[in-house]
């Protein structure tokens, strides 16, 4: 069966520096996939190169469909979205009007008769989205009053409502604490289970080991191991990556115990 989304060979360079080197990656319907390394490894710059924000060399299809080559607001458009490190939510709006806004795209001459007539609705796409996410009771709150937890949350809410079929997390739970980073998983997990497909890239070895499918692991832009969770744990390059070589034999112990 074909993967929901498959990147083949992909290389990305900024001048002399190669950043991505030939990195392979699938993603199959339903499945939440997790892509970590260590500082500099090339973890955002892959997420950038398949949505079309950086250019690179390889292939990126979606459920067959061949993006090399398209923008990346066409990508979006087909399915493919992504979040961002940093969370810029609407400050003037509440939680629900947040999620309305990413989940309405109308037309040019939709967009004009609104101004002049009614503002955004909310859809059926946003209830479900807060209700997935929890966020029923902030739902008409001010994005100044949630505290790092939820905002991230709403961030991810705002990708579900558009319905993509694959979503790129990039760093969600930067800055969570770990109750906050154990809540963010396990609506992760809910929105995957759901029937979104995931790739998740995070700093949080922890949170990555415990709630996805399969595991990607890159060092210096090059995969050095992928595999289930389990298998990734303890693959001695992986300790190797993140402790060193001279840490490598604890290092193992050390990583099952966060995981």
Same mark, same amino acid.
């Given at each position: 069966?074909?993967?929901? &989304? ?23 319907? %339903?499945?939440?996939?997790? &892509? ?14 398949? =949505? ?5 060399? %390889? ?6 469909? +061949?993006? =090399? ?41 939709? *967009? ?12 059926? *796409?946003?209830?479900?989205?807060? +209700?997935? &996410? ?24 705002? *990708? ?27 609506? &992760? ?71």
């Amino acid at each position: 069966m074909t993967a929901l &989304l498959e990147a083949r060979g992909i290389s990305v360079s900024f001048g002399g520096v190669r950043a991505v080197v030939d990195v392979d990656l699938e993603l199959d319907r %339903g499945q939440l996939v997790g &892509l970590i390394g260590p500082n500099g490894a090339g973890k955002t710059t892959f997420i950038d190169a398949i =949505t079309g924000f950086v250019p690179c060399r %390889g292939s990126v299809k979606l459920d067959g469909r +061949e993006l =090399t080559g398209l923008r990346a607001h066409e990508r979006a458009q087909l399915g493919l979205t992504r979040t961002w490190q940093s969370i810029e939510l609407f400050e003037a709006l509440t939680v629900r009007e947040n999620l309305t806004v990413s989940s309405h795209r109308p037309s040019a001459w939709q *967009a004009i008769k609104e101004v002049l007539t009614r503002p955004v609705r909310h859809t059926r *796409a946003v209830d479900e989205a807060i +209700e997935l &996410l929890g966020l029923e009771r902030v739902a008409d709150e001010m994005p100044d009053s949630l505290s790092q937890g939820m905002r991230k949350l709403v961030g991810v809410a705002r *990708a579900v409502v558009a319905r993509a079929p694959v979503i790129c997390l990039d760093e969600p739970a930067a800055g969570l604490d770990t109750a906050e980073s154990t809540e963010l998983g396990a609506r &992760l997990r809910q929105v995957v289970d759901a029937g979104t497909s995931m790739l998740l890239v995070d700093h949080d070895m922890g949170l990555v080991l415990s709630i996805c499918d399969q595991v990607v692991v890159l060092e210096f832009g090059r995969t050095i191991a992928s595999g289930p969770a389990e298998q990734v744990r303890s693959d001695p390059r992986v300790v190797e990556a993140y402790l060193g070589s001279a840490a490598a034999q604890a290092g193992i112990a050390v990583a099952g115990e966060h995981a």
